[in-house]
């Protein structure tokens, strides 16, 4: 297996402009940075030293930690230098609007650049440097198990949540990382020192309760399922009961079924008299219009030859006295000719005879003729009473028959009797449905596999840890001790990242000791679990440490001067381990660790 890989910062810049009552530009450059600890140190708090820790966090994660919102925004570009090992790395970006957009490069010899990966928002940063840090570093996902009780799903934790067992700043409440959810610090601690089969185990043991979630899932859901059938039954019985008591009462001396077919009958049988009725009236009715239209043109046939006979006679008999036209007398010779001679007495031309002849046939023959109209239309108009008044009592009889049919199926009592009927059967074909409870869902077939492969995978992981716990735990103590924890006797590491402590005489725990105590002790771990990796060749801690204000948990200089000293030690000691140290308090750092490992501000000056 190969050796853990060391990660090693080795340069950070970043510009920007200050805004708000902070003015001012940004412009900080710091090189030169290798293995060994390394500080920031300011006289007074609040002049950028956590900012230049964020912001190197915020490079190397792909993910901003705590970096302030206003130096967020005030940045425009930001470049940090590390190495994996002896490789050079440079990560690059320009800053908008708070999204970072830049590239990942892998510098060759000879100061040349290869660019490893892009990115141009704040996922796609993320995702660069995950992917790239556990790839490089050897480094795998925890698999774990996150959500409400009884609803949990399967996550892998990668790199964003790994890289808290790089940093020590906060409250100190967790050996290792910040995040206590789902055991991630007994997973982290597992994976830093490589033990054998621990992965294995952590993925097994995922599946596993995921299956078992699955399980207990689908037997909840079918003992609800049961319940519910037993109270829908329960509910339904009543329900019947209820339906049967109401039809039982319903008075059966309405209409019943045969009456409303019978009923039915009568419309259908009376329905096509009346549109038979219907039809010949309209048909006699029309005929009625048509022999009233010949008789009336007979009958002005008539009028018109009566009123011009009259006035063929009436004009006939007049003498005239002179010419209509110019006035000219008539002579009496001239009407003594017209006498004897038939030749109008003014035109003199002959008179016709036949004009007069045969008129008294023409008229009799007319009245014959409107007298037989005359009489087609009595006959008619009768004819079409007598269908009109069977049309109507056809009609009549239809309607009183579709009224009763009407009256009887929208009867009170009947509708009553129908939704009771229809009450009942639906309430015996619901209860008949759930006369079987649900099939109580049998063992997942899964589950006796992923439970043989957690338990094989746990025998494996067991016998092959060996006494690397014990090993870690004696390593533990002894950097403690260096560190400055007085009076620990003994130190027991449980692989759920919890410490067993005996101190002056008495059993703690990791969670009851001071705050400075807990410092050292994460940090001793951390150192542990380095060292006893390499010394085993399973590690995979990349040898960085990131501590933000360890003065905070001091209650003198000397006791920060200590433990910079020792970490100094510790240092030079533990080959490719780096420790970055942001605190305040330059004179007792800067005696401890010495100018060319310190970036120091005076006074009131910030740092950038």
């Known amino acids: 297996m190969r050796p853990a890989r060391t990660l090693t910062v080795t340069a950070v810049a970043f510009k920007g402009e200050k805004s708000g009552k902070a003015q001012g530009a940004i412009n900080f450059f710091w090189e030169g940075l290798k293995p060994g600890i390394w500080a920031i140190t300011s006289e007074k708090n609040f002049a950028g030293k956590s900012s230049i820790i964020e912001i190197i966090l915020w490079c190397l994660r792909g993910t901003p930690k705590n970096l302030q919102e206003d130096v967020h925004k005030w940045l425009n570009w930001v470049a940090l230098d590390f190495m994996v090992d002896e490789q050079p790395y440079r990560i690059e970006f320009t800053v908008e609007a708070g999204v970072p957009s830049g590239t990942l490069m892998l510098i060759q010899p000879g100061g040349r650049s290869m660019i490893v990966d892009r990115f141009s928002t704040d996922q796609g940063f993320a995702a660069t440097m995950s992917q790239f840090m556990m790839n490089t570093l050897d480094l795998d996902p925890i698999p774990a198990m996150q959500g409400r009780e009884g609803d949990k799903k399967a996550v892998e934790h990668?790199?964003?949540?790994?890289?808290?067992?790089?940093?020590?700043?906060?409250?100190?409440?967790?050996?290792?990382?910040?995040?206590?959810?789902?055991?991630?610090?007994?997973?982290?601690?597992?994976?830093?020192v490589g033990l054998p089969w621990a992965l294995t185990v952590m993925q097994a043991r995922t599946v596993k309760k995921e299956v078992e979630q699955e399980q207990d899932q689908s037997n909840r859901a079918a003992a609800r399922a049961a319940m519910e059938a037993t109270k829908a039954r329960t509910r339904l019985k009543t329900d019947l009961a209820a339906a049967k008591k109401t039809l039982a009462g319903l008075s059966p001396t309405e209409a019943t079924a045969e009456e409303l077919e019978w009923l039915a009958s009568e419309v259908g049988k009376l329905s096509p008299i009346a549109i038979d009725q219907a039809t010949r009236h309209a048909a006699a009715k029309a005929d009625l219009q048509a022999l009233r239209g010949v008789a009336d043109t007979d009958q002005r046939t008539l009028r018109n030859l009566r009123e011009n006979i009259v006035a063929e006679q009436f004009f006939n008999g007049l003498e005239p006295v002179c010419c209509p036209r110019c006035e000219a007398k008539v002579s009496g010779e001239r009407i003594k000719r017209e006498s004897v001679d038939l030749n109008c007495s003014l035109c003199a031309e002959q008179i016709p005879v036949e004009t007069m002849e045969g008129v008294s046939e023409t008229i009799e023959e007319g009245e014959r003729r409107a007298q037989a109209s005359n009489a087609a239309v009595e006959r008619a108009v009768a004819h079409e009473a007598s269908l009109r008044r069977l049309a109507n009592d056809a009609s009549k009889a239809v309607d009183a028959a579709r009224k009763a049919l009407q009256k009887a199926a929208t009867a009170t009592t009947f509708q009553q009797r129908r939704d009771a009927e229809l009450a009942v059967a639906r309430l015996e074909g619901a209860l008949k449905e759930r006369k079987i409870d649900g099939a109580t869902p049998a063992p997942s077939p899964d589950l006796v596999l992923v439970r043989a492969a957690t338990k094989e995978a746990e025998i494996a992981y067991d016998e092959s840890r060996g006494d690397i716990l014990q090993r870690l735990s004696e390593e533990i103590l002894s950097l403690a001790q260096r560190l400055g924890v007085r009076m620990l006797e003994a130190v027991k590491l449980g692989s759920n990242a919890t410490l067993a402590l005996t101190k002056g005489g008495e059993s703690t725990s990791f969670s009851r000791v001071t705050a400075g105590e807990r410092l050292r002790l994460r940090l001793a771990t951390a150192v542990a679990l380095l060292r006893v990796g390499r010394e085993r060749g399973v590690g995979r801690h990349p040898g960085l440490l990131i501590i933000d204000s360890p003065g905070a948990e001091e209650v003198s200089d000397i006791d920060l001067a200590a433990l910079l000293g020792e970490l100094q030690t510790?240092?030079?000691?533990?080959?490719?381990?780096?420790?970055?140290?942001?605190?305040?308090?330059?004179?007792?750092?800067?005696?401890?660790?010495?100018?060319?490992?310190c970036r120091i501000t005076e006074k009131a000056a910030y740092l950038w």
Do not use: C
């Not at 949540?161 to 100190?172: E, I, P, T, V």
């Not at 030079?572 to 010495?594: F, H, R, Y």
């Open 570 to 597: 510790i240092a030079k000691e533990t080959p490719g381990l780096q420790i970055l140290v942001a605190s305040a308090n330059p004179p007792a750092i800067v005696n401890q660790l010495g100018e060319d490992r």
């Open 158 to 192: 990668g790199w964003t949540a790994l890289s808290g067992g790089l940093y020590f700043g906060g409250d100190h409440k967790l050996l290792l990382g910040d995040v206590q959810m789902a055991g991630l610090p007994g997973r982290m601690l597992q994976m830093f």
